[in-house]
């Protein structure tokens, strides 16, 4: 392959800038036309590592590096080598031991010494294959046997004058299957694949996406001799070059187009208006709010206000931890909605946390003159119709419940603000059915308990307006957290038995086991009787919840913890969302080591709700792996949901996080948000500044970024709604 000098991708660069797509119609063969290839290992390609084009080939990027650049002297071999290169000849082959143990030793010497290859199987392969005096480039990983120094299975390449000195280049490695390996597609096959094509391509064929001024700003690679350089690199710097190049790339898309979908909603897309702070809301604020806001709650509560005023369709994300009071603010911004002649909508998950909406909401409006309902679900008969004319005729003011809002039957006569709580739960096609409510579409307000790393905010909810509500009301005590083995277990029961005594409840949580819905309950089912042992009738009384329950047992059983008739709540993970008793205060997380950082933080803020000092203790077994450990000490360490899901990130990787796996935001081949956060930072910063002078990208430098996601099958999923 000839090797190109930087100036002339320079050049290419300038020639191409406007071209019109992505790659060249080369690169849009069907893989199989590839010489090496053909229509069985092409099947193969597409089957296992979903290689259908050349295209595909060129965007499969090695994940290490070998250095075949340096050739060793056999005299200056220690030993603790990893993988060394020689160069010389095979001066004696022997066949070695009996039966099974049989193997094939070759006696290779260079001008400093000599050295032992040694072949356990295919060794007759080898045997017919080897010549002795003929030069040979060896390569492999070198081990000490019986005190003498030898290559196993090393690799053997005839000497030829292009390889005299070593390869030209790092060898790439490249991930493979079993069934590709079977049918010869191993490591070293596709990258002789990949070299293959890049013979065939020129750098025109590979065509820039970034304006000059960034590529400049950044002194990154351009994208044709990244595409080269990432495959076939001279050193480690060309490779790290490369890299960082195509990851300023993958990110650098992403954020333009998410800037882009956020820009054009603040100019093109209509809202109502919400010009007016009327009579219901001053009422509310001044005579019948509970407590002072917090300056967080202020500072979100006038950002929901600006968002209402320009004409503009607010599409806003509130984020804050449990208890942190969101429902508040979302209760003021209904307010600020009924004041200006709209209806308003709250939609939550669940039916249990539908109700706790309802009933709060119902209880701080008592002495207003608002009028408040509760759909979901198992509401039926007369009283939906009854619902659904208030609803239509606008007598009902604000309408709380589940997905049940979403369907057809249930129409408004003014909806001008739906509120979705907890929104990771709702897919996307089902949040946006909230937009066909009214004419124009209402103002939307997602809230989430789960808090959201920064550089995931950006990635995934980039196009959105983002809220933080980072204070606590006054009077909440952080919860107190402790780690626990099995061998404490009676004096963590006897610490539960001194809160029951003082009034308080308590929670004992068990994991839902993915795919084992009956190990589920077993275990559930044994912890029971074990709480049961340790707390006996009539002295304390157990409520039980769990998924196999029937929803009407499921609700009784909530409903007399919630109520105080129940002491301590045996339940799965269904308490994870949706139960509010400001009254329990001791939270037992059973098999803590089987749930991630976030569900572990979402488990806690269910104490902690009351004046009371609350308590959360996390159960384990005697031994625990390190990333076990890690969690825990973390959730020891910090209340701060923030922290913890930024940990909880690095440790599980982004495509964990709740609702992110199904996005299809976090597919890139190379960029890691957590580690490549500098360049996904520059990155933003260039896109949000190329975009607020060119929004349309009709400028001549951005001529070929615009050509490229023209060209792109669009990906932006979190246009729909959020």
């Given at each position: 392959?000839?090797?190109?000098?930087f100036?002339?991708?320079?050049?290419?660069?300038?020639?191409?800038?406007?071209?019109?797509?992505?790659?060249?119609?080369?690169?849009?063969n069907?893989?199989?036309?590839?010489?090496?290839?053909?229509p069985?290992?092409?099947?193969?390609?597409?089957?296992?590592?979903?290689?259908?084009?050349?295209?595909?080939?060129?965007?499969?990027?090695?994940?290490?590096y070998?250095?075949?650049?340096?050739?060793?002297?056999?005299?200056?071999?220690?030993?603790?080598?990893?993988?060394?290169?020689?160069?010389?000849?095979?001066?004696n082959?022997?066949?070695?031991?009996?039966?099974?143990?049989?193997?094939?030793?070759?006696?290779?010497?260079?001008?400093?010494?000599?050295?032992?290859?040694?072949?356990?199987?295919?060794?007759?392969?080898?045997?017919?294959?080897?010549?002795?005096?003929?030069?040979?480039?060896?390569?492999?990983?070198?081990?000490?046997?019986?005190?003498v120094?030898?290559?196993a299975?090393?690799e053997?390449?005839?000497?030829?004058?292009?390889?005299?000195?070593?390869?030209?280049f790092?060898?790439?490695?490249?991930?493979?299957t079993?069934?590709?390996?079977?049918?010869?597609?191993?490591?070293?096959a596709?990258?002789?694949?990949?070299?293959?094509?890049?013979?065939?391509?020129?750098?025109?064929?590979?065509?820039?996406?970034?304006?000059?001024?960034?590529?400049?700003?950044?002194?990154?690679?351009?994208?044709?001799?990244?595409?080269?350089?990432?495959?076939?690199?001279?050193?480690?710097?060309?490779?790290?070059?490369?890299?960082?190049?195509?990851?300023f790339?993958?990110?650098?898309?992403?954020?333009?187009?998410?800037?882009?979908?956020?820009?054009?909603?603040?100019?093109q897309?209509?809202g109502?208006?919400?010009?007016?702070?009327?009579?219901?809301?001053?009422?509310?604020?001044?005579?019948?709010l509970?407590?002072?806001?917090?300056?967080?709650?202020?500072?979100?509560?006038?950002?929901?206000?600006?968002?209402?005023?320009?004409?503009?369709?607010?599409n806003?994300?509130?984020?804050?931890?449990?208890?942190?009071?969101?429902?508040?603010?979302?209760?003021?911004?209904?307010?600020l909605?009924?004041?200006?002649?709209?209806?308003?909508?709250?939609?939550?998950?669940?039916?249990?946390?539908?109700?706790?909406?309802?009933?709060?909401?119902?209880?701080?409006?008592?002495?207003?003159?608002?009028?408040?309902?509760?759909?979901?679900?198992?509401?039926?008969g007369?009283?939906?119709?009854?619902?659904?004319?208030g609803?239509?005729?606008?007598?009902?003011?604000?309408?709380?419940?589940?997905?049940?809002?979403?369907?057809?039957?249930?129409?408004?006569?003014?909806?001008?603000?739906?509120?979705?709580?907890?929104?990771?739960?709702?897919?996307?096609?089902?949040?946006?059915?909230?937009?066909e409510?009214?004419?124009?579409?209402?103002?939307?307000?997602?809230?989430?308990?789960?808090?959201i790393?920064r550089?995931?905010?950006?990635?995934i909810?980039g196009?959105?307006?983002?809220?933080?509500?980072?204070?606590?009301?006054?009077?909440?005590?952080?919860?107190?957290?402790v780690?626990?083995?099995?061998?404490?277990?009676?004096?963590?029961?006897?610490?539960?038995?001194?809160?029951?005594?003082?009034?308080?409840?308590?929670?004992?949580?068990?994991?839902?086991?993915?795919?084992?819905?009956?190990?589920?309950?077993?275990?559930?089912?044994?912890?029971?009787?074990?709480?049961?042992?340790?707390?006996?009738?009539?002295?304390?009384?157990?409520?039980?919840?769990?998924?196999?329950?029937?929803?009407?047992?499921?609700?009784?059983?909530?409903?007399?913890?919630?109520?105080?008739?129940?002491?301590?709540?045996v339940?799965?993970?269904?308490i994870?969302?949706?139960?509010?008793?400001?009254?329990?205060?001791?939270?037992?997380?059973?098999?803590?080591?089987?749930?991630?950082?976030?569900?572990?933080?979402?488990?806690?803020?269910?104490?902690?709700?009351?004046?009371e000092?609350?308590?959360?203790?996390?159960?384990?077994?005697?031994?625990?792996?390190?990333?076990?450990?890690e969690?825990?000490?973390?959730?020891?360490?910090?209340?701060?949901?923030?922290?913890?899901?930024?940990?909880?990130?690095?440790?599980?990787?982004?495509?964990?996080?709740?609702?992110?796996?199904?996005?299809?935001?976090?597919?890139?081949?190379?960029?890691?948000?957590?580690n490549?956060?500098?360049?996904?930072?520059?990155?933003r910063?260039?896109?949000?500044k190329?975009?607020?002078?060119?929004?349309?990208?009709?400028?001549?430098?951005?001529?070929?970024?615009?050509?490229?996601?023209?060209?792109?099958?669009?990906?932006?999923?979190?246009s729909?709604?959020s």
């Amino acid at each position: 392959m000839v090797i190109l000098p930087f100036a002339f991708f320079i050049f290419v660069l300038i020639k191409t800038e406007t071209a019109i797509s992505t790659f060249t119609p080369i690169l849009s063969n069907p893989i199989e036309y590839l010489k090496g290839v053909g229509p069985q290992k092409g099947e193969l390609l597409r089957k296992e590592i979903q290689i259908h084009t050349f295209g595909d080939l060129l965007q499969y990027f090695p994940f290490r590096y070998v250095d075949r650049t340096r050739i060793d002297k056999i005299a200056s071999l220690s030993g603790y080598e990893d993988f060394v290169q020689i160069r010389g000849k095979i001066i004696n082959m022997v066949v070695m031991g009996e039966n099974r143990s049989k193997r094939l030793v070759a006696t290779f010497k260079d001008e400093s010494g000599t050295i032992d290859l040694v072949w356990f199987q295919g060794w007759q392969w080898m045997q017919k294959s080897l010549r002795e005096n003929v030069a040979y480039l060896v390569f492999g990983r070198i081990s000490v046997f019986n005190s003498v120094t030898q290559l196993a299975h090393p690799e053997m390449d005839l000497l030829t004058e292009e390889i005299a000195t070593g390869k030209q280049f790092l060898e790439p490695v490249y991930y493979t299957t079993e069934k590709l390996k079977a049918r010869g597609l191993t490591a070293k096959a596709i990258g002789k694949l990949t070299k293959t094509l890049l013979e065939q391509l020129s750098p025109a064929e590979i065509r820039e996406n970034i304006p000059l001024e960034v590529l400049q700003q950044y002194r990154l690679m351009p994208r044709s001799l990244a595409y080269f350089k990432i495959h076939l690199p001279g050193n480690e710097d060309e490779a790290r070059l490369a890299q960082r190049r195509l990851k300023f790339e993958e990110l650098f898309i992403a954020q333009i187009r998410i800037c882009r979908l956020k820009l054009k909603r603040h100019k093109q897309s209509h809202g109502y208006i919400f010009g007016a702070v009327g009579e219901s809301f001053n009422d509310f604020y001044n005579n019948h709010l509970p407590f002072s806001l917090t300056g967080a709650q202020k500072r979100v509560l006038k950002e929901i206000r600006m968002d209402t005023v320009h004409g503009r369709q607010m599409n806003r994300l509130l984020q804050g931890d449990v208890g942190s009071g969101k429902t508040m603010v979302a209760l003021l911004a209904m307010l600020l909605a009924k004041d200006n002649g709209f209806q308003a909508c709250l939609m939550a998950p669940t039916e249990i946390l539908s109700q706790q909406h309802f009933k709060g909401l119902s209880e701080l409006l008592q002495k207003m003159d608002v009028n408040i309902a509760l759909l979901t679900g198992s509401i039926k008969g007369k009283a939906r119709k009854q619902i659904l004319a208030g609803m239509l005729d606008g007598s009902i003011h604000f309408l709380v419940g589940t997905h049940a809002l979403l369907e057809k039957e249930v129409q408004f006569k003014n909806l001008g603000l739906a509120i979705v709580d907890e929104q990771h739960r709702f897919g996307v096609a089902q949040r946006a059915r909230l937009w066909e409510k009214n004419n124009i579409p209402p103002h939307i307000l997602v809230m989430t308990a789960t808090p959201i790393p920064r550089t995931l905010a950006m990635t995934i909810y980039g196009d959105l307006d983002v809220s933080v509500i980072d204070e606590m009301p006054p009077g909440r005590k952080p919860i107190t957290t402790v780690h626990r083995t099995e061998y404490q277990r009676p004096q963590v029961m006897d610490f539960i038995k001194e809160e029951v005594k003082k009034g308080r409840q308590a929670y004992v949580v068990y994991p839902l086991i993915e795919d084992s819905e009956k190990l589920d309950y077993e275990n559930l089912m044994k912890g029971y009787e074990e709480v049961k042992a340790f707390f006996p009738e009539p002295q304390y009384y157990i409520s039980m919840v769990h998924g196999r329950q029937p929803a009407e047992m499921r609700q009784t059983n909530m409903h007399r913890f919630v109520t105080g008739d129940t002491n301590i709540m045996v339940a799965t993970t269904v308490i994870e969302v949706g139960v509010n008793v400001p009254n329990a205060s001791v939270m037992v997380i059973e098999s803590t080591e089987r749930f991630g950082l976030s569900q572990l933080h979402q488990l806690r803020g269910r104490v902690g709700r009351g004046a009371e000092q609350s308590f959360c203790i996390l159960m384990t077994g005697n031994k625990l792996n390190q990333v076990s450990k890690e969690r825990i000490n973390v959730m020891v360490q910090t209340n701060d949901g923030f922290i913890i899901s930024e940990k909880d990130m690095e440790l599980r990787g982004p495509g964990d996080i709740e609702g992110t796996r199904q996005s299809g935001v976090l597919d890139f081949k190379l960029a890691d948000i957590i580690n490549d956060k500098a360049i996904l930072d520059a990155a933003r910063a260039s896109a949000e500044k190329i975009l607020e002078d060119d929004t349309d990208l009709v400028l001549p430098e951005n001529q070929s970024l615009k050509d490229f996601l023209a060209a792109q099958r669009s990906k932006s999923i979190w246009s729909k709604i959020s």
